[in-house]
């Protein structure tokens, strides 16, 4: 997944809750993008959110053109 497409997301949260993060994220040797990241797959996976994989998405954009 290093090569893939990246988006860019911006938020406001409280600053307990930025500092939390920055802390969690210390703990596990992570950035802070990287560690919310972590987060939102984790709760997907808890709620049954699929999440597509873009190297899938990519060649199945491929076939369609050929």
Do not use: Y
């Not at 210390?26 to 984790?42: C, G, K, P, T, W």
């Amino acid at each position: 997944m290093a090569n893939a497409k990246t988006a860019t997301l911006s938020f406001r949260i409280e600053p307990c809750l930025k500092d939390a993060l920055r802390a969690a994220a210390a703990q596990e040797h992570r950035s802070i993008a990287n560690m919310v990241e972590v987060l939102i797959r984790e709760h997907c996976g808890r709620v049954g959110v699929a999440i597509a994989d873009p190297a899938v998405q990519g060649r199945q954009k491929t076939s369609r053109t050929k």
